[in-house]
């Protein structure tokens, strides 16, 4: 292989690491704008739960209240 050659050898390999450093790149910024959308997606997650479980909490509340009312009226209605 001539001067020539190698010399030409020598760019197509830089320029192919060049293109594979900024595919990787590409790649870098893709990961992390995935892990961006996945931590806001678990943010949301989160905030949803907590506004379920109160929720929850509130129609336990009602529930006992509406026990405490039927029981009241049945020993009413009994005596």
Sequence with gaps: MGASEADAAARREDV?????????????????KDADWAEEDAADAIDYAVLVVSDAQLAVLDALDARACADERAKIASS
Excluded: E
């Excluded at 192919?16 to 992390?32: C, E, F, G, N, S």
């Design 16 to 32: 192919r690491a060049k293109i594979d450093k900024r595919a990787d790149q590409l790649d870098a910024k893709a990961a992390a």
